[in-house]
């Protein structure tokens, strides 16, 4: 069935240092992966997004790396902020499925100032 | 404004009751979502809208109901609450080929 998981489920970062969270998905067919960010008490936010025609893409101190041959995601964030703090979702989509978003469990990230 | 609200914010029901939690979005996406957040569940997804009148199921379906009978609104039903059903239900909108953009949430109480 499908299924997206994370590998780490907290992860905690001096602040300056530079922070990888993986995910691992399941579903070959996905087409279409996006990281969300979600601060406490708020919505999960768009960070980044990948589709599987790509391998990498850079943002604004984000990269999200995809590796279609083991089903791995990461999102590598550049000298982490204690703003940064918050939980991290991958999600998967599969457009053919009607565009059905999948989340995978969240990995907790902690920055120390 | 233009975005995604949810409302209410907070709820709290009794076991039995009927409750309705409402989505509204002005970008005219075709796409909607409820999700509900538990702890150690992330978000899992309960139904999804590709348009008006169309409606599917998702991973976490039962005790729930949908319609969408307007692009802009897609109201969740919890028919006959259970107390399995306190969580926190996040609505979602995108287009196809986009990211979803979220609400901010109803934390429901179900006592």
């Known amino acids: 069935g499908e299924s997206v998981g994370l590998h780490l489920p907290t992860l905690s970062v001096q602040e300056g240092d530079n922070s990888i969270i993986n995910c691992a998905y399941s579903n070959s067919a996905s087409d279409y992966f996006i990281w969300y960010k979600q601060e406490s008490g708020k919505g999960p936010q768009f960070i980044i997004d990948i589709r599987s025609n790509m391998d990498k893409r850079q943002g604004q101190r984000v990269t999200v790396l995809l590796n279609k041959t083991v089903k791995h995601l990461s999102l590598q964030i550049a000298a982490t902020q204690p703003g940064d703090s918050a939980v991290y979702f991958c999600a998967e989509k599969v457009n053919n499925q009607g565009g059905k978003l999948i989340f995978g469990q969240g990995t907790e990230l902690s920055v120390k100032p | 404004d233009a975005g995604i609200t949810q409302s209410p914010r907070y709820k709290i029901t009794e076991t039995g009751r009927q409750v309705t939690l409402m989505c509204h979005q002005t970008w005219s996406h075709s796409y909607m979502f409820w999700y509900r957040q538990d702890l150690g569940h992330g978000l899992r997804l309960i139904y999804y809208s590709a348009a008006a009148d169309i409606t599917d199921k998702g991973e976490v379906p039962d005790g729930y109901v949908v319609s969408r009978s307007k692009t802009e609104n897609f109201p969740l039903t919890l028919e006959s609450a259970t107390r399995s059903q306190t969580s926190v239900y996040f609505c979602?909108?995108?287009?196809?080929?986009?990211?979803?953009?979220f609400g901010q949430g109803t934390r429901l109480t179900v006592v």
């Open positions: 979602a909108s995108s287009e196809l080929g986009g990211e979803a953009f």
